[in-house]
């Protein structure tokens, strides 16, 4: 069968239909552009905006294509298992609905359901533990994905757990991912070690707070920081990255990590949210301005040189210009190498949507634009400071723009920042994926780098 992954969303939604298609074509399906397709498979995301209108469109528009007997759409992720069986009721050509417990089931499913024409399946039960998935081929490829999928060669993600128990107040993921699980150890080592077998460099340990890692019944005793460690250890492995870590679960072991581990990379997501104690404290986030800057103080520490970011919502219900305030601060203390910032919105069922007086969109818009405007001045000087510097990198792809000449390649140094370079004697069928680079950086733009190779390594 041919068909076409359609994703939303973040990191693990990517990551999941990375894993689908590997799934669906170790089967013999084969991964198609939207036109060509037969089984269409959207990977829905609601953690922001309004997701279910983005999905009702995308449907509208498969259904097009969705005339020639055999072809259906299945929907995943977030949204179907908000929308369950309701997909089914306003969209007959929908036959698969699987929430982010049910994905381990979907290809099999997608299966079934290529064989007849008249079944339909909904998998949306949340379940006690990890749902461990089929082992797909995890060889690094780049032509099999269709354009934006974003698999990289030489880069890998690994998920650890699944779910989320915080339940801060303004958010929907313990609703739609349902209470954490932890995965066995085990299996995270034995995929880590495969991967690395295939010739991935570099590796990122996914879960939607990773720090509490093992602390759920899932748990086995080895805590998050046993884990780094442990794959640390792994020979051939260059990178090691994790994300998402919540600020109140980040163990004292794992800010030491890094001014230990040698291939940890000094990066850090850490979540702010807001840098007001009494929003954090609505926000129901348990810590305040003191831990958090203490953390950081922690990790600077360990890591003098290392590169953190953050998420940021603006307009909380309550948030008063001087707890905005409060936060505009907070970026100039901690001095966050990037950060991504929301305007707050309702989502369905979460307790925010009952605090008042809610932020009108114009002052929550100002307040955006305003944060953005600084954030990007500070991330423009953490950039222009890593000019005349050495590094490494790990090369990705060739680099969406291309100048004149040599062809331009793209990849990430040790802190996570962009950097592309021009090589020459290089042409478009080399595969340079994967393959480490000494680099002299040469100039900052906005958001990446730009260098030029040092030496001559092949
Ligand atoms: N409104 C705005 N931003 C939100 N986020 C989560 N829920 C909401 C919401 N209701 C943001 C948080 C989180 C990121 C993934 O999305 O900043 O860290
Ligand atoms: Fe949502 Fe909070 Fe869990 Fe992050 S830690 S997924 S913000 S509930």
């Given at each position: 069968m041919k068909f076409n992954v359609i994703t939303f969303g973040c990191q693990m939604n990517v990551h999941d239909s990375d894993w689908l298609i590997r799934a669906m074509e170790s089967r013999g399906w084969e991964a198609v552009e939207e036109s060509e397709a037969e089984v269409f498979v959207v990977n829905t995301c609601s953690v922001r905006e309004k997701p279910e209108q983005k999905v009702y469109s995308v449907l509208?528009?498969?259904?097009?294509?969705?005339?020639?007997?055999?072809?259906?759409?299945?929907?995943?992720?977030?949204?179907?298992?908000?929308?369950?069986?309701?997909?089914?009721?306003?969209?007959?050509?929908?036959?698969?609905?699987?929430?982010?417990?049910g994905i381990a089931k979907a290809p099999q499913a997608l299966e079934e359901l290529a064989e007849d024409h008249n079944k339909k399946l909904i998998f949306n039960d949340f379940l006690t533990d990890?749902?461990?998935?089929?082992?797909?081929?995890?060889?690094?490829?780049?032509?099999?994905?269709?354009?934006?999928?974003?698999?990289?060669?030489?880069?890998?993600?690994?998920?650890?757990?699944?779910?989320?128990?915080?339940?801060?107040?303004?958010?929907?993921?313990?609703?739609?991912?349902?209470?954490?699980?932890?995965?066995?150890?085990?299996?995270?080592?034995?995929?880590?070690?495969?991967?690395?077998?295939?010739?991935?460099?570099?590796?990122?340990?996914?879960?939607?707070?990773?720090?509490?890692?093992?602390?759920?019944?899932?748990?086995?005793?080895?805590?998050?920081a046993d884990l780094l460690y442990k794959i640390s250890a792994i020979a051939g492995l260059e990178r090691i990255r994790f994300t998402t870590s919540h600020p109140k679960d980040i163990a004292p072991e794992v800010i030491t990590a890094f001014g230990e581990l040698p291939n940890l990379c000094p990066q850090l997501h850490l979540p702010m949210q807001s840098g007001s104690d009494s929003v954090l404290k609505r926000m129901g986030r348990k810590y305040d301005r003191k831990r958090y800057l203490e953390i950081v103080d922690g990790l600077k520490a360990a890591c003098p040189e290392i590169s953190l970011s953050t998420d940021i919502i603006v307009g909380f219900p309550g948030e008063t210009d001087e707890d905005f305030e409060d936060t505009m601060e907070m970026l100039e203390k901690v001095r966050f190498e990037s950060s991504f910032s929301f305007k707050y919105s309702d989502r369905p069922g979460v307790a925010a949507v009952k605090f008042k007086p809610k932020v009108s969109d114009d002052i929550a818009q100002k307040r955006l634009t305003r944060l953005q405007e600084r954030q990007n001045h500070i991330t423009r000087e953490s950039l222009e400071r890593c000019v005349g510097r050495e590094t490494e990198i790990l090369l990705e792809r060739p680099s969406r723009k291309q100048g004149e000449g040599d062809i331009h390649w793209r990849g990430k140094d040790p802190w996570g920042r962009v950097v592309n370079v021009p090589l020459s004697g290089i042409t478009d069928d080399d595969s340079l994926g994967g393959k480490l680079l000494k680099v002299l950086i040469t100039e900052a733009k906005n958001h990446s780098l730009f260098g030029k190779k040092v030496g001559n390594p092949w």
């Open positions: 509208g528009r498969l259904g097009g294509y969705c005339t020639k007997p055999g072809s259906f759409v299945a929907v995943g992720g977030c949204v179907a298992q908000q929308i369950g069986d309701g997909f089914f009721e306003k969209f007959p050509f929908v036959r698969l609905v699987f929430g982010s417990d990890y749902p461990e998935r089929e082992k797909v081929d995890s060889s690094p490829y780049q032509d099999l994905v269709p354009p934006g999928i974003g698999t990289i060669t030489g880069q890998a993600f690994v998920n650890i757990m699944q779910g989320c128990d915080n339940f801060c107040t303004y958010c929907i993921v313990p609703y739609t991912r349902g209470r954490q699980k932890s995965r066995d150890p085990e299996q995270v080592i034995e995929e880590c070690r495969n991967l690395v077998e295939s010739g991935v460099r570099e590796i990122t340990l996914l879960g939607q707070n990773v720090n509490s890692f093992g602390m759920d019944s899932g748990g086995t005793g080895v805590s998050f």
